[in-house]
């Protein structure tokens, strides 16, 4: 939200109180409070009708210095908090006539007491600042005197707003804050915080997250559950400004010497991504949306691709599992499914794991809506007068209060019955659709509530898929987030459209997804909406095996590769099986995911925050440490992209590069730019049938472009997540020598070399030495 016209002028219909000065520091437990007036006092006559503003400096967690500025400090708004963690850092305060120093582990904050500044240090170094006319209380639409429509002097006859702003470099950029389809580099754009279900090719997002980091080694999380507007060098180009309204703003500032580093401390505060089965991994198959489907046509599909030799994992039955103007109301229809169980079950004993689609409404006419209003289970309406129905999506539907515990319980009772039919979890779309004319049953203000129900409704589901199928076999396919909510994945892009540019929109969303603190993603393969050409079928099925989680759904048509052509059946099956045998690798990048909040995919700045040409880039990134993933987002079959400084292999056909240059390369469908970057030792599994597998047994070690006197190490997961092996790789005058940790697994290894040689051969020694 923007407060002023340009730089000289504040908007007519601002009145602002900025911080001037730190009259006062007062050491509070794990940090210092400051009393900051809109006038300098100077004298006892200045104290007098004054605004002031007390802001707090307190260590929250290892480099995550929290600041709080309070205006009203008795203001109680009844909001829902994300439940933070953390332990503070050791905290020093020292206190001068001129400044406040606070540090704490590797965080200073210096505060000029004698005209209000502060800044952020770490390491010798200036993070960031914050000065004049950068702390603010403002009133906005402030009635004249008079126009006040009270002679009360305590009518609230304002909005009041809390605003901070924190200083960019020449240079510094700025990424994340959610799951965004514009610009991956967010410099110039303004974000407001509020969920909506508006697609993937506008400003709107699902997945708002009021969390940035940016290229100076730090990030931000304003710690707040409801509407946050982010001015980014937008309102004034040389900062990011946040404002929220009402009495209070909170926020993080957060240190790393890494990108890595930072989310490590961000999502140990908002909560480490679980571990999804590793059979999640494998591709999943939707019946899509509008088609018309039973049991003879899901069969029919399902034998589709295993009569072709393709591998997938999970099927998935999308909304008309469900009678058409009855969702949700939990019950198979009847007509088309005559014997769930029979038929689940069948699919089971195809290998196969079934996911079922839900949302959070429930229609009307149904006897979950019956149940619903007798015992209170929805949102109600404002003005008192019942439940709160509206006809978006479905007929008179009713929103499910996830803030009542006995709603929660009833909404888990009836997924439940789901389950015990046969299916293994769920897809839980919606949850951004939240109206705000309404009460909830905790009371919590509904506006404050909008992003934050989607926290409270897939908790609900996650946690019941925890107690009814385990905690190492709950998975989520959610569209709608917020802080925290990576604590339940996976999710999914939203209602992309079948083209290149709407593909590219969708990797954009996902990299600003991954700066937001989110592991585990995935897109609708081809599209959502319209039916793709082969040729984008193919390009955009490369790219979906090439992220954590790959799924073939769309809106009007079937995404089976045989409707498309003969040619996409080999591509969808080469490209399935050589993710089975990644696995090895892909699930342990997956326990780095869950130990530390590192996403598995990861944006190009995020793995080499020090390349400058690797800042604004938005069309490629690496997939764990040492993959490298260029999607082709042509018809011409054309690769575009940059490698980093170093040499680089390609996965499929071993070609090799040299790196620190931008390449332009043409490719089939049965390749693309994926590149491993020199001295990795990369271990693939022998089976490319499923993804969840002893990956240990029958292992082969490939060792990529060996450097001299430098080791690789690898280590080999079992799908609970736990190491269980793990191999050393070391090229030392003219061989290499590769050392494992238990030579009764039989394992073999491979050696990529420069030249276009490879090396094979078997490890059947705890050391074994090759001749280059």
């Keep these: 939200m923007k407060f002023t016209e340009g730089y000289w002028l504040k908007s007519e219909r601002v009145q602002p109180s900025y911080a001037t000065q730190a009259f006062t520091v007062e050491r509070i437990p794990n940090g210092m ?25 307190v260590s929250a967690a290892h480099n995550d210095i929290a600041v709080t500025v309070t205006h009203f400090t008795a203001y109680d708004l009844p909001e829902p908090r994300f439940a933070l963690c953390g332990e503070p850092d050791e905290v020093s305060v020292e206190v001068t006539d001129d400044e406040a120093v606070m540090t704490a582990g590797d965080l200073t904050v210096r505060v000029n007491r004698k005209r209000w500044a502060y800044q ?12 004049f006319r950068n702390t603010a209380y403002l009133r906005r639409d402030k009635y004249p005197a008079t126009m006040r429509p009270s002679p009360d002097y305590f009518t609230a006859d304002y909005t009041p707003y809390l605003l901070t702003e924190l200083s960019l470099k020449a240079g ?28 993937t090719a506008s400003e709107i997002a699902y997945k708002n997250i009021p969390f940035y980091m940016t290229s100076e080694h730090y990030g931000v999380f304003v710690d707040h559950s409801g509407p946050v507007s982010f001015e980014v060098a937008s309102e004034k180009v040389e900062y990011v400004g946040f404002s929220v309204e009402g009495e209070q703003l909170r926020y993080h500032l957060i240190y790393g010497r ?21 059979w999640s991994f494998g591709l999943w198959l939707s019946t899509c949306f509008k088609p018309e489907y039973d049991e003879k046509t899901t069969s029919e599909l399902i034998a589709g691709m295993q009569d072709r030799d393709i591998p997938f994992r999970v099927f998935h039955f999308d909304c008309y599992w469900m009678a058409a103007l009855r969702w949700c109301d939990f019950e198979w229809d009847q007509a088309v499914f005559s014997d769930v169980k029979g038929m689940l079950e069948r699919y089971h004993q195809k290998g196969l794991k079934i996911c079922a689609w839900i949302n959070p409404y429930i229609a009307q006419n149904t006897k979950a809506f019956a149940e619903g209003v007798e015992h209170g289970y929805f949102l109600m309406r404002a003005d008192g007068c019942g439940v709160k129905q509206v006809d978006n999506w479905q007929p008179g539907m009713a929103v499910v209060d996830f803030t009542n515990p006995d709603a929660c319980a009833w909404y888990a009772s009836k997924l439940k019955t789901v389950l015990e039919a046969g299916v293994d ?13 309404v009460v909830y ?23 019941l898929l925890k107690a009814e199928k385990g905690e190492k076999e709950a998975v989520l396919f959610a569209r709608s987030a917020t802080a925290g909510s990576q604590q339940f994945p996976v999710h999914w892009g939203g209602d992309c459209f079948a083209s290149y540019p709407s593909m590219a929109e969708t990797l954009r969303g996902g990299l600003s997804f991954a700066m937001s603190g989110f592991s585990f993603w995935s897109h609708d393969i081809s ?9 984008l079928y193919k390009r955009w099925l490369q790219f979906g095996i090439f992220s954590t989680h790959s799924r073939l759904h769309g809106s009007d048509t079937y995404r089976v590769p045989w409707i498309f052509d003969d040619e996409a059946n080999d591509v969808v099956r080469a490209f399935s099986r050589l993710k089975c045998r990644l696995m090895p690798y892909l699930y342990r990048m997956a326990m780095d995911a869950h130990a530390h909040g590192t996403p598995v995919m990861r944006p190009m700045v995020f793995s080499y925050p020090e390349d400058p040409a690797c800042r604004y880039l938005d069309m490629q990134y690496m997939l764990g440490d040492s993959l490298l993933v260029a999607p082709i987002f042509n018809d011409e079959g054309r690769g575009e992209f940059y490698l980093p400084q170093g040499r680089w292999v390609n996965l499929i056909d071993n070609a090799v590069r040299e790196g620190g240059r931008w390449l332009s390369e043409q490719y089939d469908y049965f390749h693309m730019p994926v590149f491993v970057k020199e001295n990795t030792l990369l271990a693939m599994g022998a089976n490319e049938q499923v993804p969840d597998y002893d990956y240990a ?17 690898c280590e080999v997961p079992d799908i609970s997540g736990t190491v269980v092996w793990t191999a050393q790789a070391q090229a030392q005058d003219g061989a290499v020598l590769i050392t494992v940790s238990d030579p009764a697994v039989q394992a073999s290894y491979a050696i990529h070399l420069a030249d276009g040689r490879v090396l094979e051969g078997a490890l059947t020694e705890k050391e074994t030495r090759i001749t280059l």
Aim: one cysteine or more; charged letters at 20%.
């Design 441 to 463: 049953a905790n009371g919590n203000d509904p506006v404050a509530m909008h992003n934050y129900y989607t926290f409270l409704y897939n908790r609900t589901v996650f946690e």
């Design 425 to 437: 979890c769920f897809k839980t779309d919606f949850g951004e659709r939240i109206p705000t004319d």
């Design 33 to 57: 409070r400051i009393t900051a007036p809109e006038r300098p006092i100077l004298s006892r006559a200045d104290a007098l009708d004054q605004t002031v503003l007390l802001v707090d400096f």
């Design 258 to 278: 890494t990108p890595a580093d930072i989310l490590d401390v961000y999502t140990g505060m908002t909560g480490r991504p679980a571990l999804p089965p590793a």
């Design 172 to 199: 510094e950029t700025v990424y994340g804050l959610g799951e965004r389809f514009t610009a991956f580099v967010k410099n110039g754009q303004c974000v407001d915080m509020w969920n909506e279900d508006g697609g």
């Design 697 to 713: 047994d029958h292992v082969t070690l490939h060792y990529y472009l060996p450097q001299e006197g430098e080791a690789a190490r």
């Design 527 to 535: 599209g959502f909406e319209s039916t793709a050409t082969p040729d």
């Design 120 to 131: 952020f240090e770490a390491q010798g170094r200036v993070l960031t600042t914050s000065g």
